[in-house]
């Protein structure tokens, strides 16, 4: 009975037709121009952490990864890099992803690098992505650690072969483009010119001049290599020369004939008093015992991490809500959500406009009055705390490593950059996934959506040009002293007096057109101890003294409030101050921490600088070429400490 029935025509089929074609069209354009874009199927080769293929812990490492595009089709696009943490087979995402742009014709392999931050390397897993899904990520094998900066052999294209230091061998064409990058680098071993671009060349003297070690061998004819351009500053054939605050060696000898045991021996220069593994290389007998009347467990332990200093900044600025008045607005409002607007309903039945008018009514008073309440504290003010160490490159340049925290009033997107070159950036988190990118290059910076009334913290590095500071010793006073020193055996700390070198005195004059107008601390370090200095006047308006009070210093280990009996962290203080000069006047410790490049118990025991230098500690205001380059931020405070190596004569 339905055989001949005939549906009315849609008075919208011409409509749909139209959208039809036109969803058709809009396909079609959008392959053409998503084409070459199309998150080709590319493939992760090859992965290399750091320079030895370890992490340091709490640096920005170096991670390269091969990428090979196996399709037939190019790809545009851009290779996104995760953090995870987390356990029981879930990972969860943590930091902001780094965004590396990349174009890849088919059939093409590059090498492509990021500077990722490792926080805790036993807890970190890594991803890289192109693409949705998962046949667009790859899962990066899991980073090991060390606590030691890497020294490398640097290898030309695998020209060494079998040489025996295993993974000390380090491809030369993937040498970092940014000496902000090297953080992780001790020691580099040459035997021939490295084919490097000239960014790559001058990335290797700056890291030289900021007391990188450079190891030239002989090559296959028993000669020194001949080096050209900027690297001629190599070919000098004295044993040992400054360069900067590094220092250039030549060996007579081949890399080739070098095992583990020669590499520590010479490049490394371990002695046997203070390494372990130098002592079980060399034989049970090369470290000499140690009276057990002076040894004691020995537990090493973390000194100070970059998150508690980023929490302590994070403390300076932040809302003081009144938590108590919170709480009661908030068990009211319940209330009068339930059962009040409810029993309203109940009494007055069908009018729904009043029930429904007291609600909003009740919804709105309290966004006002939690709004309110939510925007008191912290002066309302969006500002930012940062806390910089700054080391000179030349007399133009200094490397600088930075932690802030920016606490802003008004939600939004901001952009956290800063002047310079190398920039490299990380947000330090460890538990929290944050809804922003990380970009290097020349536009590279963190943008992150920030909250009304949240904070967020940041690591940086970069070279940023800024006027210098010149320093010159008036005068100097060196002794020979038996002290008690301390050092590590496996699981024990044992002392051992010996004599050693220390300073008497101290006058040195500084000026120059970087020269702070107020300087809040000053400090010398020479060999293993810390000497308080005083800022007097100089002879000339531009020209100040530091002058040690008092000959005695202090040993490293006790600086950082290490308890000799448990070698345990002592907290900086019991109550922390509230106010913002108090609370960065307490960093000076950390700031001299991190320019000493400590961060475990152990690092501040073994801690030596060559006798050949001072290094001076300046801790002054924070200059405005250190502060972030943003107008979102309106108020900027800070600190930096300049770490100033002043070379005298030759090492003892």
């Not at 006058?507 to 020269?515: D, E, F, M, V, Y």
Request: contains cysteine; hydrophobic residues 40%.
């Amino acid at each position: 009975m339905f055989a001949n029935r005939v549906s009315p025509p849609c008075p919208t089929t011409p409509l749909r037709r139209k959208l039809r074609w036109l969803g058709f069209a809009l396909a079609l354009v959008t392959g053409l121009i998503f084409q070459n874009r199309a998150f080709a199927s590319l493939k992760v080769e090859q992965t290399r952490w750091g320079f030895d293929g370890k992490c340091v812990q709490e640096r920005f490492n170096l991670l390269s990864v091969r990428i090979v595009n196996p399709g037939t089709e190019s790809f545009d696009g851009e290779l996104v890099l995760r953090k995870h943490r987390g356990g029981g087979g879930r990972l969860d995402a943590v930091d902001a992803p780094v965004i590396e742009p990349l174009y890849l014709a088919p059939g093409a392999g590059r090498w492509v690098q990021f500077y990722a931050y490792v926080d805790r390397p036993t807890f970190e897993i890594w991803s890289l992505s192109w693409g949705k899904g998962a046949k667009n990520e790859a899962q990066l094998p899991q980073q090991s650690t060390t606590g030691e900066n890497a020294a490398v052999v640097l290898d030309d294209s695998g020209a060494l072969g079998a040489l025996r230091v295993g993974a000390r061998i380090f491809p030369e064409e993937i040498f970092p483009a940014r000496v902000t990058a090297c953080d992780a680098l001790k020691s580099v071993v040459l035997d021939h010119e490295p084919r490097w671009n000239d960014v790559q060349q001058q990335t290797f003297l700056d890291w030289v001049r900021l007391g990188g070690e450079a190891h030239i061998f002989q090559d296959a004819t028993r000669k020194f290599p001949k080096f050209t351009g900027p690297l001629d500053i190599l070919n000098d054939d004295a044993p040992r020369r400054r360069f900067g605050a590094g220092l250039i060696f030549h060996h007579d000898l081949t890399v080739n004939t070098l095992d583990e045991k020669t590499f520590r021996r010479v490049v490394l220069r371990t002695s046997p008093l203070d390494d372990d593994e130098a002592g079980a290389l060399d034989g049970a007998q090369a470290i000499p015992e140690m009276p057990q009347a002076n040894a004691r467990f020995f537990n090493d332990t973390e000194i100070e991490g970059d998150s508690s200093l980023l929490r302590q900044l994070k403390g300076l600025t932040r809302a003081e809500h009144n938590w108590v008045l919170i709480h009661l607005l908030s068990l009211v409002y319940l209330l009068l959500v339930f059962p009040g607007c409810w029993k309203l309903g109940q009494e007055r039945v069908g009018d729904y406009r009043l029930v429904f008018g007291s609600l909003l009514g009740t919804v709105g008073l309290f966004s006002l009055a939690f709004l309110y309440i939510g925007s008191r504290g912290a002066g309302e003010a969006t500002a930012i705390d940062t806390l910089v160490v700054a080391r000179p490159i030349d007399d133009k340049r200094f490397d600088v490593t930075g932690w802030s925290n920016g606490f802003v009033v008004a939600g939004g997107d901001y952009l956290f950059t800063h002047e310079g070159l190398g920039r490299i950036y990380s947000t330090g988190q460890t538990e929290e996934d944050v809804r922003g990118v990380i970009r290097n290059g020349a536009d590279a910076g963190l943008t992150t959506d920030m909250p009304p009334f949240s904070a967020r913290t940041l690591l940086h590095r970069a070279v940023v040009a800024a006027p210098p500071i010149q320093l010159k010793v008036a005068g100097i006073g060196r002794g020979v002293e038996s002290r008690n020193v301390d050092y590590i055996k496996g699981k024990v700390l044992a002392t051992k007096t010996e004599s050693v070198e220390v300073l008497q005195s101290l006058r040195i004059t500084a000026t120059g057109a970087g020269l702070p107008k107020r300087i809040h601390r000053t400090a010398a370090v020479y060999g293993r101890y810390f000497y308080p200095l005083v800022v007097k006047s100089g002879a000339n308006a531009d020209e100040i003294v530091l002058e040690m009070p008092a000959p005695g210093g202090q040993s490293i280990a006790a600086l950082m409030h290490v308890d000799q009996g448990t070698f345990a962290m002592q907290p900086w203080g019991y109550e922390q101050p509230r106010d913002r000069k108090s609370m960065f006047d307490s960093m000076f410790e950390r700031g001299t921490q991190r320019s000493l490049g400590l961060l475990m118990a152990s690092d501040a025991v073994r801690f030596e600088l060559p006798t050949d230098r001072v290094r001076v500690l300046i801790y002054c205001d924070l200059p405005k070429e250190f502060q972030l380059k943003s107008d979102q931020f309106g108020s900027q405070y800070g600190r930096c400490m300049y770490s100033l190596d002043l070379l005298l004569g030759d090492a003892k």
